[in-house]
T-cell receptor, first 113, second 112 residues
Framework: QKEVEQNSGPLSVPEGAIASLNCTYS??????FFWYRQYSGKSPELIMF????GDKEDGRFTAQLNKASQYVSLLIRDSQPSDSATYLC?????????????FGTGTRLTIIP | DGGITQSPKYLFRKEGQNVTLSCEQN?????MYWYRQDPGQGLRLIYY???????QKGDIAEGYSVSREKKESFPLTVTSAQKNPTAFYLC???????????FGPGTRLTVL
């Protein structure tokens, strides 16, 4: 069973601090990874994607990928109360040409003012 | 203005009734998906379609049916055979199978 796993939280972080969200995946063939943010009662929205080992920065968000360890993370700098949401990690898993985007169960993040 | 629309936003159904949830996209995406999300749970794939006139069962297809007669449309029918249909239903699309998915606003179905 191919899996994408996340700590469900809740993760509480003081405003202005760095929030670190982690995700592991089981399919070594996965080439791309996505982070979605989902506010309560709303649909997920794509906030970051990463294909290469290393870091990718976009504003206050940094995605980190380590393919050797099968680990992807999302860092949120200068955390704001508006960052309070559930963050979903996703990776294509399955046979080449028939990969299915598999979602983790999400980590609930709360930013404390 | 491109995007994915779902209707209705809220839907109430009596037990034993079939109901159809609408999903339309004008992004020219080939692949479309239906997910179910229960409170505090992740996304579970119901059905997906990689191309017009073709669709496949996902992880929890029992009690659901779909059609893909047009590229833009992927309606989901929740049948009376679905034992616990109350949930948040999300439609998504992607340029191609395995690419990043973009979600519609969702339909919250409640069975009375």
């Amino acid at each position: 069973q191919k899996e994408v796993e996340q700590n469900s939280g809740p993760l509480s972080v003081p405003e202005g601090a760095i929030a670190s969200l982690n995700c592991t995946y089981s399919d070594r063939g996965s080439q791309s990874f996505f982070w979605y943010r989902q506010y309560s009662g709303k649909s997920p929205e794509l906030i970051m994607f990463i294909y290469s080992n290393g870091d990718k920065e976009d504003g206050r968000f940094t995605a980190q990928l380590n393919k050797a360890s099968q680990y992807v993370s999302l860092l949120i700098r200068d955390s704001q109360p508006s960052d309070s949401a559930t963050y979903l990690c996703a990776a294509p898993e399955g046979d080449f040409g028939n990969e299915k985007l598999t979602f983790g169960t999400g980590t609930r993040l709360t930013i404390i003012p | 203005d491109g995007g994915i629309t779902q209707s209705p936003k809220y839907l109430f159904r009596k037990e034993g009734q079939n109901v159809t949830l609408s999903c339309e996209q004008n992004l020219n995406h080939d692949a479309m998906y239906w997910y179910r999300q229960d409170p505090g749970q992740g996304l579970r794939l119901i059905y997906y379609s990689q191309i017009v006139n073709d669709f496949q069962k996902g992880d929890i297809a029992e009690g659901y049916s779909v059609s893909r007669e047009k590229k833009e449309s992927f309606p989901l029918t929740v049948t009376s055979a679905q034992k616990n249909p109350t949930a948040f239903y999300l439609c998504a699309s992607s340029i191609d199978w395995g690419d990043e998915q973009f979600f519609g606003p969702g339909t919250r179905l409640t069975v009375l």
